[in-house]
């Protein structure tokens, strides 16, 4: 059975400072890999995609890198903002056609204005 | 798009009643999913449905929940009787397609407190 952990589970940085959330996967064998955003009270918004033939992917100041072999991606947040502020979940898709996602408790972000 | 609609936003019941959460998923969209989460257990995925056809419901905890799908435009999420145990935030998801680049679109969940 996937487990999906991420470290830390809060981080508190000042205003544009860059930093990098962690997230690890014992099963090695995904289809994709998501890191989503989650503000309090509402769902989650995908931030980025990972395929798993893919090394990394970038959208404005996000890039997220992927490692399956060994079982790790990591979120770059450049320049970070108070806006930032929410809790960055990860999460991996089965292979072998499975659909459903399996999410780590996230990391909760705080960014000091 | 109004994007996922979930019903109702925040239920409160009492133990031994009967729940039931609703969800409209995107339009077009033939994937869809019910998630709970908790504070320690995180997300977790109850069940799935593809074509309104139940694909992997085994992360239903017990026989006291149920989901349908009756149509490509609701499914329902059900717990009867309901349990303290239960409280917590559950969100329906929806996608188009099956390849490994589509995302899931999350409602904003249906918080439960069950007292």
């Known amino acids: 059975k996937q487990e999906v952990t991420q470290i830390p589970a809060a981080l508190s940085v000042p205003e544009g400072e860059n930093l990098v959330l962690n997230c690890s996967f014992t099963?090695?064998?995904?289809?994709?890999l998501q890191w989503f955003r989650q503000d309090p009270g509402k769902g989650l918004t995908s931030l980025l995609l990972?395929?798993?033939?893919?090394r990394e992917q970038t959208s404005g100041r996000l890039n997220a890198s992927l490692d399956k072999s060994s079982g790790r991606s990591t979120l770059y947040i450049a320049a970070s903002q108070p806006g930032d502020s929410a809790t960055y979940l990860c999460?991996?898709?089965?292979?072998?056609?499975?659909?459903?996602?399996?999410f780590g408790k996230g990391t909760h972000l705080i960014i000091q204005p | 798009d109004a994007g996922v609609i979930q019903s109702p936003r925040h239920e409160v019941t009492e133990m031994g009643q009967e729940v039931t959460l609703r969800c409209k998923p995107i339009?077009?969209?033939?994937?869809l999913f019910w998630y709970r989460q908790t504070m320690m257990r995180g997300l977790e995925l109850l069940i799935y449905?593809?074509?309104?056809?139940?694909?992997?419901d085994s992360g239903m905890p017990e026989d006291r929940f149920s989901a349908k799908m009756p149509n490509a435009s609701f499914s329902t999420l059900k717990i009867q009787p309901s349990e303290p145990r239960d409280s917590a935030v559950y969100f329906c998801?929806?996608?188009?397609?099956?390849?490994?680049?589509?995302?899931?679109?999350f409602g904003p969940g249906t918080r439960l407190l069950v007292l």
């Open positions: 998801a929806s996608k188009t397609g099956t390849s490994n680049v589509e995302t899931q679109y």
């Open positions: 449905f593809n074509n309104n056809v139940p694909i992997d």
């Open positions: 339009s077009g969209h033939n994937s």
């Open positions: 999460a991996t898709r089965r292979g072998g056609g499975a659909d459903g996602l399996t």
């Open positions: 990972i395929q798993s033939s893919q």
């Open positions: 099963d090695s064998a995904i289809y994709n």
